[in-house]
């Protein structure tokens, strides 16, 4: 089973901007990307189909979150720009080895959270 592990969080600003990490242990054909913050359910934030790098995105991000990858390192990057206090959240990065989802059931490996907090 593929393990992940993402890193890349921290505090910033309103309007600053933050990289995760998510590398792989293993090829895996879709990483999805999620965010919970306290007392609400997980939220998928975006997804990518790693063979032909093409993400899909939330509508509460598009256009400010960007994800790419590096496909020799089993590594795909979240960059999170225009940041607001809305995205104050734990961060997590799942896969799954199948077509993409925004359903969080529908990943079977996921990272541990690494939180992103963004202050006024």
């Known amino acids: 089973q593929v393990q992940l592990v993402l890193s890349g969080g921290g505090s910033v600003q309103t309007g600053g901007s933050l990289r995760l990490s998510c590398a792989a242990s293993?090829?895996?054909?879709?990483i999805g990307w999620f965010r919970q913050s306290t007392g609400n359910e997980r939220e998928w934030v975006a997804y990518?189909?790693?063979?032909?790098?093409?993400?899909h995105y939330a509508g509460s991000v598009e256009g400010r979150f960007t994800v790419s990858q590096d496909k020799a390192k089993n590594t795909v990057y979240l960059e999170m720009n225009s940041l607001n206090p809305e995205d104050t959240a734990m961060y997590y990065c799942?896969?799954?080895?199948?077509?993409?989802?925004?359903?969080?059931?529908?990943?079977?490996?996921w990272s541990q959270g690494t939180p992103v907090t963004v202050s006024s």
């Open positions: 799942a896969a799954r080895n199948r077509g993409c989802s925004l359903t969080a059931q529908a990943y079977n490996s």
């Open positions: 990518n189909y790693v063979d032909n790098d093409i993400p």
């Open positions: 293993a090829y895996t054909s879709c």
